[in-house]
């Protein structure tokens, strides 16, 4: 057995992405039925690839209880349809889930344990609010483990807002309006949609319906807008829903695979994982979880962050993004950054958005074929960060 085997993404999909709550489109669907749609899809796109040959299904969710629970690889694989002889297990990692998935099953390809896997996400903050069931121990606060601030995201936000004074409310809202357009202009030039899987919705009022497009999108979005919106964390301060990510409901899967197996099955491999990085910090200052996460990818792929063409980060919120650009020197507006937008348009439904952000890359990278490398990472609760470098397989200038 070999020790390493080159690992590639070869394909990935999503349900359009909802608002959570009563009035969001899904608000009569049950989360391991999106999971179900994901994986019908991406065994639907690719023909070639025989069920059998599935030898893992790993999906996240934060939220493990009810429709999520009861594993939910396994059970949302069985209800998919693949062979009862395909095992399937489930994840939590906040809301690098999904990368979190595509990593555990990557190892499992590297060492050889596997050929071929599904991984992804899924969150129905409408069903599951975040936290939902969740008793913290008293010593977090009782023994100064962390600061109360710590458990609440926008308030970490606010954190980092002090931590770097010169990231302002006004330049937050400005990256804010700029992912707004950008995801708008990606809708209209048809980047988002062929990723994107019809997702049936049943509603006892209305009947059945078809969600086909991200339900949180709001262009036209401006900086006045913003300008007035609350600051429901802080007294006078700087996050607000407009500079946020949403609370959304969605699925995410992909499929990845040994390389050698993906040519011999007639699969098309789009990225090859290069390195990938977890890392701690602070809970009360989470967002710059993918500061020391890329630090550690870059050192284990011998790269160096001008190495990386394309970058796709999750907006959690535009404070974090923003101190991720400055510390490696990138501007508000860099051109390399979350091309199509984030999630500050599209929505974050949590677990499930780390297969997103590399599905919006894989499709970058067959548009730039004179980009080598690129980058997703985000930023994850209790004070974490993550971070995967993939190589672009239609990379022209030298083997991928």
């Known amino acids: 057995m070999p020790s390493s085997r080159d690992v590639v993404f070869v394909d ?13 489109q899904y608000a009569e669907t049950r989360a391991d039925d999106m999971v179900v749609r ?13 069920p059998e040959r599935v030898d893992e299904v790993a999906i996240a969710a934060t939220t493990q209880i009810g429709d999520q629970g009861l594993t939910i690889g396994r059970s949302a694989a069985v209800l998919a349809g693949l062979p009862k002889s395909v095992p399937g297990y489930a994840i939590d990692r906040m809301c690098a889930g999904a990368m979190t998935a595509v990593t555990s099953v990557a190892g499992g390809i590297a060492f050889g344990a596997y050929d071929v896997a599904i ?53 937050a809202d400005a990256y804010a309006v700029l992912s707004q357009e950008k995801a708008a202009k990606a809708y ?37 807008g913003l300008a007035a919106l609350k600051t429901p964390f802080r007294p006078h301060g700087n996050v607000t829903a407009g500079n946020s990510s949403g609370i959304n409901d969605g699925a995410t899967g992909c499929i990845v695979a040994e390389r050698q197996a993906a040519e011999d099955l007639g699969l098309t491999p789009r990225m090859r994982l290069v390195s990938y990085a977890f890392a701690g910090v602070d809970p009360e200052v989470m967002g710059v979880g993918p500061i020391p996460s890329t630090e550690k ?10 190495d990386i063409g394309l970058f796709e980060i999750n907006e959690a919120f535009a404070v974090q993004v923003l101190a991720f650009l400055e510390h490696f020197g990138l501007p508000d507006d860099s051109d390399k950054v979350n091309q199509y937008g984030g999630a500050i348009a599209f929505g974050h439904p949590l677990a499930s958005s780390g297969v997103r952000l590399m599905t919006q890359l894989a499709r970058q990278f067959a548009e730039r074929p004179e980009v080598r490398y690129g980058i997703t990472t985000m930023c994850v609760g209790m004070g974490m960060g993550g971070t995967v470098i993939w190589e672009n397989c239609a990379f022209e200038g030298a083997a991928a």
């Open 38 to 50: 994901v994986i019908r899809e991406l065994m639907r796109r690719n023909p070639n690839l025989p």
């Open 119 to 171: 991984a992804g996400g899924v969150e129905h903050m409408g069903r599951h609010p975040m936290g939902e069931g969740v008793d913290p121990n008293p010593r977090f606060l009782a023994d100064k483990l962390v600061d109360p601030s710590a458990l609440v995201m926008g308030m970490t936000a606010e954190n980092l807002h002090d931590r770097y004074p010169g990231i302002t409310k006004e330049r």
């Open 297 to 306: 990818a870059l050192k284990l792929a011998g790269l160096d962050i001008s």
């Open 12 to 24: 990935g999909v999503r349900t359009p992405f909802g608002r959570s709550g009563p009035k969001g």
């Open 188 to 224: 209209a030039d048809g980047k988002i949609q062929p990723d994107l899987v019809e997702t049936a919705i049943r509603t006892a009022e209305q009947g059945w319906g078809l969600a086909t497009a991200d339900e949180s999108m709001r262009p036209g979005t401006t900086l006045d």
